[in-house]
């Protein structure tokens, strides 16, 4: 089944405890992308990757790091959390980024950090 | 930067009615308009891929339009079901862009 795998679904760490969230797809897609949704916004994106090796911030990207040494992952990295970065992470994929399929997007992880 | 604007923010109608949302966007740069519908609990899947003026499309009972040199797409809802309840969200893609960009959603609710 094509699809986009984050681990963990929910996750509950302490300040500055460093974390890392997976995301992995199986569609060979080109682009992925790290969203973070939070009450009264819209998704806004993080990080995204137009293929191996190629990373770019986003409109929200201080606090996080992200790797692409492999098409299929895209790990979002956390080094430092901190309160403000309790949210709902998604990461997407698609095929090349603008391309009329859509974006896919994996289950969610609910991050609170205390 | 870059900004679209979903309304209304929620509503809230019964089982058969049928209904309608709008995503405003920028018409400058135009490439695609993106609708998504968000169920609770769940994420995000893909409903429409829109890229020309004057664009219609329909899934079931969903449809949408779209209106790119005024910077507009409606969202069809015809008469509405409870398993229609959701976040519906409409997403920009500018020609210089490298992502989408998100409106805050549309969050529907169907009583039976």
Known sequence: EAQVTQNPRYLITVTGKKLTVTCSQNMNHEYMSWYRQDPGLGLR??????NVE???KGDVPEGYKVSRKEKR??????????PNQTSLYFCASSLWGGEQNGYTFGSGTRLTVV | ILNVEQSPQ????????STNFTCSFPSS??????????????????????TL????????RISATLNTKEGYSYLYIKGSQPEDSA???CAFFNQAGTALIFG?????????
């Open chain 1, 45 to 50: 994106q993080i990080y995204y990757s137009m």
């Open chain 1, 54 to 56: 190629v990373t770019d």
């Open chain 1, 73 to 82: 992952n895209f790990p979002l990295i956390l080094e430092s959390p901190s």
């Open chain 2, 10 to 17: 929620s509503l809230h109608v019964q089982e058969g009615d």
């Open chain 2, 29 to 50: 740069n135009f490439y695609a308009l993106h609708w998504y519908r968000w169920e609770t609990a769940k994420s995000p899947e893909a409903l429409f891929v829109m």
């Open chain 2, 53 to 60: 003026n004057g664009d219609e499309k329909k899934k079931g």
């Open chain 2, 87 to 89: 976040t519906y969200l």
């Open chain 2, 104 to 112: 805050k959603g549309t969050t529907l609710s169907v009583s039976s």
